[in-house]
């Protein structure tokens, strides 16, 4: 019955409902906050207290800006996704993908590009911001993005990056339309026929997807979700916001509780919860999403709701420094909810503040396994804090 009245609730055959279930909470860590000192001696960033915010001025803007461009232009070592059908596919990475071929793999290039865009569009002073454009204009030539685009149409290679890289270049796309530069329009053209072609791929894939992913890496449904609405909304397609929100809500309408206490898992850089929650409140109305959110997770209600961030054992092993990824994932959630709905999920900015401090002073001068992805998961967490 619960669920029969959120859907009524959702469709707006009711104005409102009142939700009665009894329900079991998981439960949160309140542990001692201690100060969190950078292992890293060599780092430029500032010592400080887990709860302390951070802030993406243009002195940080400029030290994470050398992440992306120390990888970028860097083909190895270099992690393929090609599926071989014959002796002469094989090809370097560059062959491959003229664009996006450095960063270790295809999607943190997408999205180091991405950072790039965001860094330069945000704080035009960036010292490097020469260099950033240069690089800007070489590596997503339309000649670069043309290459890209028949990989892509390789029969093949129809499930290559889905859906997380599908996401990261929907995001990059929407990251140079809402840039106003003249290198952003050449930009943008360039890019928009493998921007056409994703939005394409996800439209079909998206009504075969019989049941969602619910992992904490790269193929999380919900991730995904998030990041293309977000593009719809800016490009106001509609069909493809319509289509996005249907698949959401018969994904994620009907859960309940979800465990919380069982995340991280070893690997996790994304919430299995959190990402189910960041789409849920994007494309849910006000009424239906706090009636949802009191049967998915009602602990985040609490003013005094904690949750511990995720511990880095070992920064050179590539799987395990996913949790400093986790830490800024979380945030952006975090702090993406707390915005929209300050009244109810304010003082979620405190936690995101936690997560973000615990992992940030490790994101410059770290090893490659995870700098060449990191430095964009905290400019994201950063950009949504706003």
């Not at 802030?55 to 803007?61: N, Y």
Request: aromatic fraction near 12%.
């Amino acid at each position: 019955m619960q669920k029969l009245l959120l859907v009524l609730c959702f469709s707006g055959i009711i104005a409102s409902c009142k939700n009665e279930k009894t329900r079991t909470t998981q439960p949160t860590k309140k542990d001692t906050i201690t100060e969190f000192t950078s292992k890293d001696q060599n780092s430029d960033f500032l010592e400080l207290t887990e709860e302390e915010p951070i802030m993406l001025t243009l002195k940080e803007a400029n030290r994470l800006a050398k992440l992306p461009l120390e990888c970028i232009g860097r083909e190895f070592p270099n992690k393929p996704g090609q599926t071989l059908q014959k002796n002469s596919d094989q090809d370097t990475p560059k062959n491959l993908h003229p664009a996006f071929y450095g960063c270790f793999d295809w999607h943190s290039s997408v999205h180091g590009h991405w950072s790039l865009v965001s860094l330069l569009k945000n704080y035009p002073d960036l010292k490097q911001a020469e260099q950033v454009r240069s690089l800007l204009k070489k590596s997503l030539s339309a000649e670069n993005i043309q290459a890209e685009l028949a990989y892509f149409k390789r029969p093949s290679e129809i499930s290559f990056e889905r859906t997380y890289g599908w996401a990261w270049l929907l995001k990059l796309a929407e990251e140079i339309k809402t840039w106003e530069d003249p290198l952003a329009t050449e930009l943008d053209q360039n890019l928009q026929p493998l921007t056409n072609y994703i939005v394409n791929q996800f439209s079909e894939f998206l009504p075969k997807l019989k049941y969602p992913i619910r992992v904490g890496e790269h193929t999380n449904t919900a991730f995904s979700l998030s990041f293309a609405f977000d593009y719809a909304v800016t490009t106001d397609n509609k069909e493809f916001q319509n289509l996005i929100s249907k698949r959401a809500n018969s994904f994620y309408l009907e859960d309940d509780n979800c465990p919380i206490g069982w995340e991280p898992s070893g690997y996790d850089f994304l919430s299995p919860c959190l990402e189910e929650i960041d789409i849920m409140r994007k494309t849910m109305p006000k009424n239906a999403f706090i009636l949802w959110i009191k049967d998915f997770m009602p602990d985040l209600m609490n003013t005094d709701y904690d949750l511990e961030p995720g511990i880095v054992s070992d920064r050179e092993d590539g799987k395990l420094v996913h949790l400093d990824g986790l830490n800024f994932s979380r945030g952006w959630v975090l702090y993406g909810l707390a915005n929209q709905y300050p009244d109810q999920f304010g003082h979620l900015k405190t936690l995101a503040n936690r997560h973000i401090s615990h992992s940030f002073s490790n994101v410059v001068n770290d090893s490659y396994e995870g700098g060449h992805w990191l430095a964009t998961f905290a400019i994201y967490a950063l950009n949504t804090k706003k």
